[in-house]
């Protein structure tokens, strides 16, 4: 699985857009980006995935550049609940080898 | 569905103790998989199962630990003895399509061995 970069930490105003920066520049041509969170004392959370093109859900969007070696996760209208630390997983869907390896994160803060 | 139950959640005990967390997964989920968090080391995963089956184990610390899935819809992981470097949350987690790598978390065990 492809080794993944994230920035420690981040503050971002309430109601704006959070925009969680990730690289993965050795992605291989069938991993997955993934990104879960983990909001304090809580178990981490699966928000969403995607291979190349960009993904949107009810609770964030994911643009992966064309050369899938980064990606940023978008959380459009940042809340004090979006608070959490934010992982970036990258995998290939290998059956038999299901380990989903999670780095230290992004600590994101929504500042009233 | 209530989602991936753990119990139970906080757990106090005394070192050389003997300490058994469960897990109830999603029904119909047919991967279960036990991580441990800590300060120091973060998430780490210890033991997953694939239809009641343990596939990996390689993240299990040492024999003082061991995990079974008797059922799909119950798993326990045992310390014994417990040691306070055992200390952490505990996580199970279950998924329906292990390929899609989308797992579902419970709440987690705090477990405090004194």
């Known amino acids: 699985d492809a080794k993944t970069t994230q920035p420690p930490s981040m503050d971002c105003a309430e109601g704006r857009a959070a925009n969680l920066p990730c690289n993965h520049s050795t992605i291989s041509g069938n991993e997955y980006v993934y990104w879960y969170r983990q909001i304090h004392s809580q178990g981490p959370q699966y928000i969403i995935h995607g291979l190349k093109n960009n993904e949107t859900n009810e609770m964030a969007s994911l643009i992966i550049t064309e050369d899938r070696k980064s990606s940023t996760l978008i959380l459009p209208h940042a809340t004090l609940r979006d608070t959490a630390v934010y992982y970036c997983?990258?995998?290939?869907?290998?059956?038999?080898?299901?380990?989903?390896?999670f780095g230290t994160g992004t600590r994101l803060t929504i500042i009233p | 569905d209530a989602g991936v139950i753990q119990s139970p959640r906080h757990e106090v005990t005394e070192m050389g103790q003997e300490v058994t967390l469960r897990c109830k997964p999603i029904?119909?989920?047919?991967?279960l998989f036990w991580y441990r968090q800590t300060m120091m080391r973060g998430l780490e995963l210890l033991i997953y199962f694939n239809n009641n089956v343990p596939i990996d184990d390689s993240g299990m610390p040492e024999d003082r630990f061991s995990a079974k899935m008797p059922n799909a819809s119950f798993s326990t992981l045992k310390i014994q003895p417990s040691e306070p470097r055992d200390s952490a949350v505990y996580f199970c987690?279950?998924?329906?399509?292990?390929?899609?790598?989308?797992?579902?978390f419970g709440a987690g065990t705090r477990l405090s061995v004194l």
């Open positions: 029904s119909g989920h047919d991967y």
């Open positions: 987690a279950s998924s329906a399509d292990g390929v899609k790598n989308i797992q579902y």
């Open positions: 997983i990258v995998k290939a869907p290998n059956f038999g080898n299901e380990k989903l390896t």
